[in-house]
């Protein structure tokens, strides 16, 4: 990580460690594209988002990701890499609108946003849609809310109308065609365990993975800018535009004394 960074990287950390999760995720997305206006990222598409994260890990901590996930059958953990550079390269297609034609029903629809998945998320929490089934109910909120125009049998159907009468297979293709336009959107483990052979599937978020490690990189930076300061009576602004390697020897030599 560039020295210089370091300041406003701190100040990253500092304003969304007292936030939801779903805060933070905006926090670091806003840190990984600075120069986007006012309104433009709550409308980016959810891969775009995860593409721009997995590029802001990438320049603060590398390519190689690692991990850890429980084996669900065994508990066995298990361990392995992910490379981000290669994840950051996925954004969306298109941004275009998508049509699915199925079961008398054709819809033309855009990917979802941001915007689209948190209020979606709001809405269920808030008991709309399906009862008793609030992650079905997310779902049938975000593919309503992502309809540009629904058609039966060639007539129009309002989308306020959707979440109640689109049949599930429908919403499923139109489910499948996102994600394939958008295949960053959700990054799907499938890791077959080295003790039992069985397979365990889990879903990586990159806005939490990347914030546990920006916290520790935080807690791990101030710890040194302590430790130096006490010694050496920097102030903190010196003490962050020491490059990475000089801190280390600074601390190393402090122990020694
Ligand atoms: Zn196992």
Redesign the pocket.
């Known amino acids: 990580m560039a020295h210089t960074e370091a300041a406003r990287l701190l100040s990253v950390w500092e304003e969304a460690l007292p936030r939801t999760d779903a805060d933070r995720a905006r926090i670091l997305h806003r840190a990984a594209r600075p120069q986007a206006g006012p309104g433009e990222l709550p409308r980016v598409p959810v891969g775009e988002r995860e593409a721009d994260l997995y590029a802001l890990r990438r320049a603060l901590f590398g390519d190689r990701m690692q991990v850890l996930l429980e084996?669900a059958?065994?508990g066995?953990a298990m361990e392995f890499d992910l490379d981000a550079g290669e994840l950051a390269a996925r954004p969306p297609r298109s941004r275009e609108p998508l049509r699915v034609a199925a079961d008398g029903w054709e819809i033309d629809f855009r990917l979802p946003a941001v915007a689209d998945l948190e209020a979606a998320a709001a809405g269920a929490a808030a008991g709309a849609g399906a009862e008793g089934d609030p992650a079905g109910a997310a779902r049938e909120l975000l593919v309503a809310s992502c309809v540009v125009t629904a058609r039966r049998d060639g007539a129009e159907v309002p989308a306020e109308r959707l979440p109640r009468m689109l049949p599930a297979a429908v919403a499923e293709r139109i489910a499948a065609a996102a994600e394939e336009a958008d295949p960053s959107a959700e990054i799907s483990l499938d890791i077959a365990?080295p003790?039992?052979g069985?397979r365990t599937t889990a879903e990586l978020d990159i806005a939490s993975y990347l914030w546990t490690e920006l916290d520790a990189w935080a807690r791990d930076v101030l710890l040194d800018v302590h430790l130096l300061a006490t010694v050496y009576g920097w102030t903190e602004p010196d003490i962050l535009a020491l490059s990475p390697a000089r801190r280390r020897y600074y601390l190393e030599l402090c122990a020694d004394v």
Do not use: A
Request: proline share 12%; with cysteine; net charge negative.
């Open positions: 084996c059958p065994c066995e365990c003790e039992c069985e």
